[in-house]
């Protein structure tokens, strides 16, 4: 029986070992990426709430990205038994702090289209806050910026 060959019979083959990229090479490119795409992404003019809207969601875009690549890194490390857990404990660090990111600029988005839209913002929005400009002092209901029950 003649064993399974992935390659044409006419390719050529060398006795030369393909060599892997370690995970941590592959990470490094990921990360230079998204932090290059981070600073490429410019500021919003001032006054345009939707492109504020679009450029905070680009960024939490970009930090859930930036996430996952620590997250590879993170599953990496964890399963080398001869890595130190105070590299896998920045790791983790640094995976969390790129989800909080993407929680902030998910939220300011999110803010951000509310403006755009003449909606209340959330309750949480700080100096974003646009509940004055629209006559409100607080929500109809608790924890309901336009007082729907669902």
């Known amino acids: ?53 679009a450029r905070a969601h680009r960024l939490a875009e970009l930090y859930a990205r930036r996430a996952r690549w620590w997250g590879v890194l993170e599953r990496d490390t964890v399963r080398r038994h001869d890595t130190p857990a105070v590299f896998i404990e920045a790791v983790v660090v640094a995976r969390c702090a790129a989800e909080r990111e993407v929680r902030f600029w998910a939220d300011t988005a999110a803010d951000w289209t509310a403006r755009a839209e003449q909606r209340p913002t959330s309750d949480v929005a700080g100096a974003m806050s646009n509940w004055h400009e629209l006559g409100l002092t607080e929500p109809l209901v608790p924890g309901l910026v336009d007082g729907a029950v669902r």
Do not use: E
């Open 1 to 53: 029986m003649t064993p399974h060959v992935s390659l044409p019979r006419h390719a050529q083959t060398t006795d030369h070992i393909a060599a892997v990229v370690p995970v941590s090479r592959l990470v490094q490119a990921g990360l230079g990426r998204v932090s290059k795409a981070i600073l490429d992404i410019g500021p919003a003019r001032a006054g345009d709430a939707a492109g504020h809207a």
